[in-house]
């Protein structure tokens, strides 16, 4: 999807105004991963989909598989099995780009257009301008963007940013047998997840909960867990993603307070020069009587 | 090479041609570097076929930098030690800047705002050669864990800008303290300049006459 979607409200280095004279509905995909059964249907979905095709990798005795997001695995599958005062409990989550209200990648990125959110709330890159700096790996609070080691550009999940764009679920959420992946506005997603974690919690687990992490002001894929108190015990997820003060220090105000302190010594230098003259050579007093300028 | 009993010999032509390597490839870091600095210097990456190469380019120069910049570093380190004499030279740096150097403490033949401006240069170079390899995404970044890709990028952001500025001021006083630059161009300089500047290197040279 190209910057004639006109509905573009972020773009990756760019200060001034990006066409988004259209606004569309802010949508969501959720991911009830208590209905969740782990058969990968998904991820066979994003691959045909997305016609991507990962290498065949190695069954290490798990059922992880591919054991990581790469740049042809847009989302992966992660099993943990963990033991909760409910005994020994196999939580299983579907990883992939969340989606971020304020986005790490998209700040982190120094090539305008390489990274765009759109009014939906997707976040999408758009590798004829990645320059394949890495940067947006390093900007990500959930460690999603993948470098291809065959072209050096990042992918990661587009949310199917062409089939919502034509009225489509994403791919993901179109295959899902048990019905654990369900899209539509945000609004709504907020809704049935409220409904969700009610029937949860009548049926004991008395800490469900919505994963729509305010420290990336709200993400655009978000989970239902029967453990929201401890979403670490999902694989890792973080408790409070955030950007993180190093990437706003590395990314925020310090770099044009730094542009202005450069500026600031070229104009002093030269008012200096204006002001005190050159630093000649001078011939005053005794010092300089036996030597003169040649 | 003519001989004039006039000039004095201040930097050999090896010293000078290496000076001036440092000084291009610094010029071609820091325009390459600013492409990834700031939106404001993204266009900058024309200069080098586009960002992609200037993305592939920057660290290779870098690479080319710590041979040049180590070789300038193990000619003039000795040459830059910090003496008493150069921090009370630092002192009087206001009323140097201000154009009056009467009262200078005598400076050999490097002063000790040349020392310290080596010292300063040469920590950047560490740090910038450390965050680099850090945040090298083609071959190194995976090596690391995020949190110390995040503080070496940070790092190398601000000591790129650091150096930036050093080499600005470099640049700067050696335009203001005229004939400085024929010292670096040609390698010789004016008895004169030399005994202004730099005496107790002057007397060294001229056999402790004043």
């Not at chain 1, 979607?5 to 009830?32: H, M």
């Not at chain 2, 940070?154 to 006083?173: D, E, R």
Request: with cysteine; glycine share 10%; proline share 5%.
């Amino acid at each position: 999807m190209a910057l004639q979607s006109l509905d573009i409200i972020r773009r990756s280095a760019t200060s001034t105004p990006s066409p988004g004279q259209r606004r569309t509905l802010e949508v969501a995909k959720l991911i009830d991963v208590t209905k969740c059964i782990g058969c990968k249907a998904c991820q066979v979905a994003c691959m045909e989909w997305n016609d991507t095709r990962d290498a065949v990798g190695t069954n290490h005795g798990v059922l992880d598989n591919p054991a990581d997001l790469t740049a042809d695995s847009w989302t992966v599958m992660r099993y943990s099995e963990v033991e909760t005062d409910r005994g020994l409990e196999w939580l299983i989550r579907k990883d992939g780009c969340m989606h971020c209200g304020n986005p790490g990648c998209l700040k982190a990125c120094p090539a305008p257009g390489a990274i765009v959110q759109y009014s939906n709330g997707i976040v999408d890159f758009h590798e004829e301008n990645c320059i394949g700096c890495g940067y947006c790996i390093t900007g990500c609070p959930f460690n999603i963007p993948r470098l291809s080691e065959r072209d050096s550009k990042v992918y990661k999940c587009t949310l199917c940013s062409d089939r919502v764009a034509s009225g489509l679920e994403p791919a993901c959420v179109k295959t899902c047998p048990t019905g654990a992946i369900v899209f539509g506005s945000k609004e709504d997603m907020l809704h049935h997840a409220e409904g969700r974690i009610a029937d949860l919690r009548e049926r004991g687990f008395a800490r469900a909960g919505l994963y729509d992490p305010k420290g990336v002001e709200g993400t655009h894929v978000m989970y239902v867990l029967h453990h929201a108190d401890k979403p670490e015990l999902y694989s890792g997820l973080p408790g409070n993603p955030t950007i993180g003060p190093m990437v706003e220090l590395w990314k925020g105000a310090a770099k044009p307070l730094a542009s202005l302190g450069l500026a600031a010594i070229g104009v002093g230098a030269f008012f200096h020069y204006v002001a005190k003259g050159p630093n000649e050579v001078v011939a005053d007093g005794k010092e300089g009587e036996d030597e003169t300028r040649s | 090479m003519k001989r004039d009993p006039d000039m004095l010999p201040r930097f050999t032509a090896s010293e000078r041609v290496n000076h001036w390597l440092v000084a291009i490839i610094f010029f071609l870091m820091t325009l390459s570097g600013l492409v990834f600095f700031q939106p404001l210097y993204y266009p900058l990456n024309q200069l080098f076929g586009g960002g992609t190469w200037a993305r592939i380019l920057h660290p290779f120069f870098g690479v080319v930098m710590i041979l040049f910049f180590g070789g300038m570093f193990f000619r003039f380190r000795k040459l830059s030690a910090m003496t008493p004499i150069d921090w009370e030279w630092l002192r009087h740096l206001r009323a140097m800047a201000s154009g009056d150097d009467r009262n200078m403490p005598e400076a050999g033949k490097l002063n000790g705002g040349q020392k310290l401006m080596f010292w300063s240069l040469v920590t950047c170079m560490v740090l910038l050669v450390l965050s680099g390899i850090v945040i090298w995404r083609a071959y190194f970044s995976f090596l690391f864990p995020a949190f110390l890709v995040r503080f070496a990028a940070v790092v190398h952001a601000a000591a790129g800008v650091v150096m930036i500025a050093l080499i600005m001021v470099h640049i700067y006083v050696a335009f203001w303290t005229k004939e400085s630059i024929d010292a670096m161009l040609h390698g010789t300089v004016r008895k004169v300049w030399a005994k202004q500047h730099h005496p107790a290197w002057y007397r060294e040279m001229t056999g402790g006459g004043k």
